[in-house]
């Protein structure tokens, strides 16, 4: 199973995916859990002590390690297209309570376009973790649409796309479907986060395909506390654990 959790920002993107990753990791799979969001949070949400993540470096900012893997420095503008990357899971990630986590980062560029040694680095792990690694790989990208521009993401057996009951969210559902056909992803579909009540539900169940629709997360206090305090949802509140253990039944059906 290769998901990558993408929305725009504030849905509750990590919350999603980090509790994914618990429940795999619960059942016994090897899970890797992979942050591609510049303001990396997927570590709190799975359990890390601030201490802990304090000490990573995302993978983008390794000058040293892109620079002797791709070949490319200051006096060399030439690169590799198809570096060495699959030593990089192993070695560079972190593991607590079961997951491994690996901070990719993203690539600070004003034009999305733009092909440099780090967006080199990235997609050739993100293809590795897609292609040749037998895990359970979830993918907490950034907010927006960047990934998909860059093509960043392309392989992926599906997106999920987390959205709040409103019709911002359903807009970038709709963009990511769109440009995800693009990149040959046949699989889009939703969960809706922070849902209050049937009203919500309903205006959801209106906008969204039926076969898109995983399933919703109820708006929970003690979601909103388990962050305040920089500790796991899934260590905090059964309820959110049971409504996405749900919606994972239906993911993999």
Same mark, same amino acid.
């Given at each position: 199973?290769?998901?990558?959790?993408?929305?725009?920002?504030?849905?509750?993107?990590?919350?999603?995916?980090?509790?994914?990753?618990?429940?795999?990791?619960?059942?016994?799979? !090897?899970?890797?859990?992979?942050?591609?969001?510049?303001?990396?949070?997927?570590?709190?949400?799975?359990?890390?002590?601030?201490?802990?993540?304090?000490?990573?470096?995302?993978?983008?900012?390794?000058?040293?390690?892109?620079?002797?893997?791709?070949?490319?420095?200051? !006096?060399?503008?030439?690169?590799? &297209?198809?570096?060495?990357?699959?030593?990089?899971?192993?070695?560079?990630?972190?593991?607590?309570?079961?997951?491994?986590?690996?901070?990719?980062?993203?690539?600070?560029?004003?034009?999305?376009?733009?092909?440099?040694?780090?967006?080199?680095?990235?997609?050739?792990?993100?293809?590795?973790?897609?292609?040749?690694? !037998?895990?359970?790989?979830?993918?907490?990208?950034?907010?927006?649409?960047?990934?998909?521009?860059?093509?960043?993401?392309?392989?992926?057996?599906?997106?999920?796309?987390?959205?709040?009951?409103?019709?911002?969210?359903?807009?970038?559902?709709? !963009?990511?479907?769109? &440009?995800?056909?693009?990149?040959?992803?046949?699989?889009?579909?939703?969960?809706?986060?922070?849902?209050?009540?049937?009203?919500?539900?309903?205006?959801?169940?209106?906008?969204?395909?039926?076969?898109?629709?995983?399933?919703?997360?109820?708006?929970?206090?003690?979601?909103?506390?388990?962050?305040?305090?920089?500790?796991?949802?899934?260590?905090?509140?059964?309820?959110?654990?049971?409504?996405?253990?749900?919606?994972?039944?239906?993911?993999?059906?």
């Amino acid at each position: 199973m290769k998901i990558a959790v993408t929305g725009k920002g504030g849905v509750g993107k990590t919350t999603f995916a980090a509790t994914l990753a618990r429940l795999y990791a619960e059942e016994g799979k !090897n899970v890797l859990a992979a942050d591609v969001d510049p303001d990396a949070n997927l570590g709190l949400a799975l359990g890390f002590s601030e201490e802990e993540l304090d000490e990573i470096v995302p993978i983008t900012k390794m000058r040293k390690l892109v620079e002797e893997r791709t070949g490319a420095n200051a !006096n060399n503008q030439f690169y590799k &297209l198809n570096p060495k990357v699959d030593d990089i899971p192993d070695t560079y990630s972190k593991v607590c309570n079961g997951v491994k986590l690996l901070v990719l980062g993203t690539v600070d560029t004003a034009n999305s376009g733009c092909v440099c040694p780090e967006h080199v680095m990235l997609k050739r792990i993100i293809n590795h973790l897609v292609l040749r690694s !037998n895990d359970v790989v979830i993918l907490d990208m950034e907010a927006g649409l960047e990934h998909l521009g860059r093509g960043t993401t392309e392989g992926m057996d599906q997106f999920v796309v987390v959205i709040e009951p409103g019709a911002r969210s359903i807009q970038t559902y709709k !963009n990511v479907k769109r &440009l995800a056909s693009g990149l040959g992803v046949k699989k889009v579909r939703v969960v809706a986060n922070k849902v209050r009540n049937e009203d919500d539900e309903a205006f959801i169940k209106e906008r969204i395909p039926e076969e898109d629709l995983l399933g919703f997360i109820h708006y929970n206090p003690e979601v909103i506390d388990a962050d305040r305090q920089g500790k796991s949802p899934y260590d905090c509140s059964e309820t959110a654990v049971e409504e996405i253990k749900k919606i994972k039944e239906k993911l993999e059906a």
